[in-house]
């Protein structure tokens, strides 16, 4: 898959991503936190399926407050890596795997900056 055109981290937002096609798609905080990719996750997201009853972890994070993206990088040319305030580091999004989860497609593109360019 090729890579995405555009990539735009909002920290308390979530992710914003324009598609080779033209498309573009929004990714709430939470909603990339709960379907992050890492096998702890992928896990705990099978045991939630076999049964609803499934007590979830605590937070590792020591302080309270709205989930935040913290930190994020690209991974060679075919993902991003996000780390979020509760402290879940070991998800690395591929491109592929943020087009299957993605939800429905934003038509407008993304808010520009409001800093006047040079």
Avoid at 44 to 64: F, H, I, K, Q, Y
Avoid at 78 to 104: N, Q, T
């Amino acid at each position: 898959m090729d890579a995405p055109l555009h990539l735009e981290v909002q920290k308390d937002r979530g992710l914003r991503v324009q598609w080779p096609d033209g498309s573009w798609s929004f990714y709430p905080v939470a909603y990339l936190r709960r379907l992050s990719p890492s096998a702890d996750m992928r896990h705990l997201r099978e045991r939630m399926s076999r049964n609803p009853l499934t007590v979830l972890p605590a937070s590792s994070a020591s302080g309270s407050g709205a989930l935040t993206i913290t930190h994020a990088e690209l991974v060679g040319h075919y993902a991003i890596k996000i780390v979020f305030s509760d402290g879940h580091s070991s998800g690395i999004y591929s491109w592929e795997y943020l087009r299957s989860i993605a939800p429905a497609p934003e038509d407008a593109p993304p808010p520009r900056d409001p800093t006047p360019g040079p």
